[in-house]
């Protein structure tokens, strides 16, 4: 079956950086859209960033667009999500997700990670 894991969380002073990875089994993962989506605590899941399978095309969220860059590795089964100038509202539970083609929107997607957790300190 489709497993998603995602590593990289933690915890990162104002201004830091991280870099988040996802590794993905059981899918034709070259084919795949890949995204990152976030869930700060007692807020809806949030859109962060999108990734198609040949890597020209990413859509981001409003709010890490120019921070934040999503890229993969077709030859690793992997995506990650470099996060640059962290604020502490970018603190939440980042998840990945995948579906067959690129959407920005929750519903879109059909298989989820367990998630990491970043944590933003001011």
């Known amino acids: 079956q489709v497993q998603l894991v995602e590593s990289g969380g933690g915890l990162v002073q104002a201004g830091g950086s991280l870099r988040l990875s996802c590794a993905a089994s059981?899918?034709?993962?070259?084919?795949?859209?890949m995204a990152w989506f976030r869930q700060a605590p007692g807020k809806e899941r949030e859109f962060v960033a999108a990734?198609?399978?040949?890597?020209?095309?990413?859509y981001y969220g409003v709010s890490v667009k120019g921070r934040f860059t999503i890229s993969r590795d077709n030859d690793k089964d992997t995506v990650h999500l470099q996060m640059n100038s962290l604020k502490p509202e970018d603190t939440a539970v980042y998840y990945c997700?995948?579906?067959?083609?690129?959407?920005?929107?929750?519903?879109?997607?059909?298989?989820w990670g367990q998630g990491t957790q970043v944590t933003v300190s001011s």
């Open positions: 997700a995948v579906d067959r083609r690129l959407s920005a929107r929750e519903d879109e997607y059909d298989y």
């Open positions: 990734i198609n399978w040949s890597s020209l095309t990413t």
């Open positions: 059981g899918l034709t993962f070259r084919s795949a859209a």
